[in-house]
């Protein structure tokens, strides 16, 4: 679909490995935070702080990361799926889907938290970001395999249906974990979103179409 409105209009395409410069800042910060702990305090998304004027949270917890582990499993992500659809949607665009989603994931699990009460409970993490880009991986390359274990080749559509399918059940049976699988959902639901307002695509016929 050709895009005309200020919604759609298309930035002029560039490479420029922004997906090399966001995991430098990821590593940095958790360094940071190992020599200066307060500041995944700063960082973090605890929804009392951010009712208390801590509003930037809801865009740095993305950059936050909860252990080692945890660092090393979302960068691997980011840099096989983001390098990918970085090269194709162009440097600019990627930006903008991987920061507005990973921004809305954290809005919307704000809302969640406060909700329920959870007002001290921290949220950190890429991952509800590298959600969206394993769905825009998916979208954008429908008929790729992704090796599971790097051994198991699995259709990048099967993978992310049955990643999100994983996440509801478990966020519907109140797993007990540390992982916050409704950040996850809401980073591929807003990807999901953004492919429809700003592309004209709906995810669902490039993910299955009709033969």
Do not use: C
């Amino acid at each position: 679909m050709e895009r005309t409105s200020l919604v759609r209009r298309p930035f002029a395409y560039v490479n420029r490995n922004f997906t090399l410069w966001l995991i430098a800042i990821n590593v940095a910060v958790y360094g940071l935070g190992i020599f200066f702990p307060a500041l995944d305090y700063a960082l973090a998304m605890i929804p009392a702080y951010v009712l208390h004027g801590w509003v930037w949270q809801l865009f740095t917890y993305m950059f936050v990361h909860g252990g080692l582990t945890h660092l090393l499993v979302n960068m691997i992500g980011l840099f096989f799926f983001g390098t990918q659809v970085e090269r194709e949607l162009g440097s600019r665009e990627f930006l903008l889907y991987y920061l507005l989603t990973g921004f809305l994931a954290g809005l919307f699990s704000f809302v969640a938290y406060a909700a329920a009460g959870a007002m001290e409970v921290p949220l950190v993490g890429a991952s509800g970001a590298i959600f969206a880009l394993l769905l825009a991986f998916a979208v954008l390359n429908p008929n790729a395999d992704i090796y599971l274990w790097g051994i198991l080749p699995i259709r990048a559509p099967i993978l992310v249906m049955g990643y999100a399918a994983v996440e509801l059940v478990s966020q519907l049976a109140g797993l007990q974990s540390s992982v916050a699988h409704l950040t996850h959902l809401a980073g591929f639901g807003f990807g999901w979103v953004y492919f429809i307002v700003r592309f004209g695509v709906h995810p669902g016929r490039r993910l299955f179409p009709k033969r």
